[in-house]
């Protein structure tokens, strides 16, 4: 295996801990979109189907 010393194990941990923090975080990210754009897509086709509904009476 390679022979690294301490300060560079503690480099590649700070590069790996900040790699699956953005990783993570834009998961999240992408996740909360797609949530936010469905709740958005319902909230229209609720108000669509009550102005239907309020056009027929």
């Known amino acids: ?3 690294l ?7 590649l ?3 790996t801990i900040f790699l699956a923090y953005f990783i993570w975080n834009s998961r999240r990210a992408k ?3 797609k ?4 709740r958005d897509f319902r909230r229209r086709y ?3 189907k009550q102005e239907k509904e309020s056009e027929k009476y």
Request: glycine share 0%; aromatic share 8%.
């Open 35 to 38: 949530n936010r754009k469905n």
């Open 13 to 15: 941990a700070l590069i």
């Open 46 to 48: 609720l108000e669509r």
């Open 1 to 3: 295996m390679i022979d």
């Open 31 to 33: 996740s909360n979109r």
């Open 5 to 11: 010393d301490q300060e560079t194990w503690m480099y």
